[in-house]
């Protein structure tokens, strides 16, 4: 089993910045993807950010240029840097992994991001 911690969430202005952390810790020998989801009230979760082990990143198109993940594959940890935030990033932010591709993903228990305008 996997466990994933996230920290980092809060409260910010518009234009503001977060970052946000992700620790995977249990029964790890490698990890394929890491990467962070979204879901606002009334909305389906959405795919933000990933990288893969490799490095290869993804970004949803309506946070390009505004955020950053990162990862390090020594300490299983993922980040993601949220800057110039806007009112509809407000959402609760979950840290998913997936240890092999066509495997189960792994979630954390999410971490609330709330931008005030």
């Known amino acids: 089993q996997v466990q994933l911690v996230e920290s980092g969430g809060g409260l910010v202005q518009s234009g503001g910045s977060l970052r946000l952390s992700c620790v995977a810790s249990?029964?790890?020998?490698?990890?394929?993807?890491m990467g962070w989801f979204r879901q606002a009230p009334g909305k389906q979760r959405e795919l933000v950010a990933s990288?893969?082990?490799?490095?290869?990143?993804y970004y949803a198109d309506s946070v390009k240029d505004r955020f950053s993940i990162s990862r390090d594959n020594a300490k299983n940890t993922v980040n993601l840097q949220l800057n110039s935030l806007k009112s509809e990033d407000t959402a609760v932010y979950y840290c998913?992994?997936?240890?092999?591709?066509?495997?189960?993903?792994?979630w954390g228990q999410g971490t609330q991001v709330t931008v005030s305008s």
């Open positions: 249990g029964s790890i020998f490698t990890i394929y993807k």
């Open positions: 998913n992994v997936k240890l092999r591709p066509f495997e189960p993903d792994f």
């Open positions: 990288i893969t082990s490799g490095g290869i990143t």
